[in-house]
């Protein structure tokens, strides 16, 4: 069963889980113009959609749109991970060229661990539709504190793009196989080795791959 909720006060206090292996995931979309009401924000209901899909053990949703501003990204993410106690932390925007684009160094600015594979492999996807993916910044973190630590990616604005990154690429002409590997089929596994909950996807859509070591008997219905 899965479960998804929104919580958008300014402070939080940590998220009970409703079963051990919950897993807590904060959504944070990082627009200027969005977080002012100027247009709609799309990058979270398309998380929140992709998701949906793609997990099948429990999870909980706690969503912040916030402005591009490196001090308030900071002040986010410390929030999500230190006192909501999020396992998992997925941005979008602020991740380009631009002056106003602060977001991967506002995420290594709280960071213990790098984890560049992440970054490497989204802009291997991106690069298979435009040369201008090499443009692109992302990174992906580790916060870790006395009690927990959490896996913080920060990914493309556009929710085609989110898709490609997060999911993989797919031959029509082979059925649908995979590919291009998409990045979270690693990231239950290092979910995992931070401490936090055991997650597990619909293999249909994204596959979790772990050693055979670290996989779980199937989960009881």
């Not at 979309?29 to 247009?39: E, F, N, Q």
């Not at 291009?180 to 596959?207: H, Q, R, S, W």
Request: net charge negative.
């Amino acid at each position: 069963m899965t479960t998804a909720t929104t919580d958008q006060p300014a402070q939080s206090p940590r998220q009970p889980r409703g079963h051990p292996d919950e897993i807590v995931i904060g959504l944070v979309s990082i627009s200027d113009r969005a977080s002012t009401g100027v247009y709609e924000d799309k990058g979270i209901p398309a998380l929140q959609e992709w998701l949906g899909a793609a997990l099948a053990s429990p999870w909980l949703v706690v969503t912040r749109l916030i402005q591009d501003d490196a001090s308030t990204i900071s002040a986010t993410l410390v929030e999500l991970v230190d006192e909501v106690g999020c396992d998992l932390v997925l941005t979008t925007g602020g991740t380009g060229p631009s002056r106003r684009d602060v977001t991967p160094e506002a995420t290594l600015a709280v960071a213990t661990k790098e984890m560049p594979g992440f970054g490497e492999q989204m802009r291997q996807i991106s690069l298979n539709f435009v040369p201008t993916a090499i443009l692109s910044r992302q990174v992906a973190v580790i916060r870790e504190t006395a009690e927990h630590a959490a896996l913080i990616i920060n990914l493309p604005g556009q929710p085609k793009s989110i898709k490609e990154t997060l999911e993989g690429l797919r031959d029509a002409e082979a059925g649908g196989a995979v590919t291009v590997p998409g990045i979270f089929a690693a990231v239950p596994y290092c979910i995992d080795l931070i401490g936090g909950p055991y997650v597990e996807t619909n293999a249909d859509m994204v596959k979790a791959f772990r050693p055979k070591s670290a996989v779980r008997a199937p989960r009881q219905a």
